[in-house]
């Protein structure tokens, strides 16, 4: 496929990649730029067509991959701030008589067990999920760029 594809749709394909991490530095610019990319040029070559697609599907996915993770934590989360707002625990009930402060930590008034258990889980899924989005990209990237197709995985298919 290296053959027939020109230098520019090659090169204007690995950008439309590389353009997601724009993210850093541009609120939604992971979608805003590569779509402004994709729509310019799409018509013109069908390699840039098929990569343009490809990565808004992967960026959506991982998008709606991250809400729903940060979904399933909401109820930890929520079960966890009455205890995290009592400021007994900590020993900050007497900062109102300044002569009376009294800063103590016990193992007992940390009640982070349980619920701190599935919000780790969640914030390392987070994590991976960060670490595959740049490491799937920069492959892209790369071999877009050298004139190979390239499918992500765990991509779901919104724009076909």
Not at 35 to 59: H, I, M, P, R, S
Not at 105 to 117: A, C, I, N, S, T
Request: no cysteine; aromatic share 18%; proline share 4%.
């Amino acid at each position: 496929m290296t053959n027939t594809l020109s230098k520019h749709e090659r090169n204007l394909s690995a950008l439309i990649h590389a353009s997601t991490f724009s993210k850093f530095f541009i609120p939604f610019g992971n979608f805003i730029i590569p779509l402004v990319l994709w729509t310019a040029n799409k018509k013109e070559y069908e390699f840039v067509d098929y990569n343009g697609k490809q990565a808004l599907n992967f960026q959506i996915s991982m998008l709606l991959y991250s809400i729903a993770l940060g979904i399933i934590s909401i109820p930890f989360i929520i079960g966890f701030f009455p205890d995290l707002f009592d400021w007994n625990h900590f020993g900050l009930n007497g900062l109102s008589h300044y002569n009376n402060f009294n800063l103590h930590f016990d193992r007992e008034d940390f009640h982070f067990g349980k619920w701190m258990l599935p919000i780790g889980f969640a914030g390392l899924a987070q994590g991976a999920l960060w670490i595959v989005n740049i490491v799937y990209t920069i492959l892209a990237t790369v071999r877009t760029n050298e004139g190979q197709t390239f499918q992500y995985p765990i991509t779901i298919n919104f724009i076909k």
